[in-house]
Nanobody, 120 residues
Framework: VQLQASGGGLVQAGGSLRLSCAAS????????MAWFRQAPGKERMFVAT????????YYIDSVKGRFTISRDNAKNTVYLQMNSLKPEDTAVYYC??????????????WGQGTQVTVSS
């Protein structure tokens, strides 16, 4: 599975962005998908995950109610809709494919990352 993330950019606090992650490979629909983020000087951290069917999702507390992860298996794409963005959401966002988990090591495939910058 190869992953290509896009949709990042510069937005003011309170604004919205939608990240996309396009996957190649026939096994996309068999994988759980996740978004992680890494802020400057910090470790990569889990943000959200979605099961292979899309029926289950899980978020870190700090984004609950603001971010929504979704997937379209027909298009081999996973999305992260981010609303009410805050400056602390600023990071490089990575999509990943693998086993349902909040731990990075459970994900075998990673996209290249897309920068999200939220100005105050």
């Amino acid at each position: 599975v190869q992953l290509q993330a896009s949709g990042g950019g510069l937005v003011q606090a309170g604004g919205s962005l939608r990240l996309s992650c396009a996957a190649s490979g026939r096994t996309f629909s068999r994988n759980s998908m996740a978004w992680f983020r890494q802020a400057p000087g910090k470790e990569r951290m889990f943000v959200a995950t979605i099961s292979w069917s899309g029926g289950s999702t899980y978020y870190i507390d700090s984004v609950k109610g603001r971010f929504t992860i979704s997937r379209d298996n027909a298009k081999n794409t996973v999305y992260l809709q981010m609303n009410s963005l805050k400056p602390e959401d600023t990071a490089v966002y990575y999509c990943a494919a693998g086993r349902w988990s909040t731990m990075a090591y459970e994900y075998d495939y990673w996209g290249q990352g897309t920068q999200v910058t939220v100005s105050s």
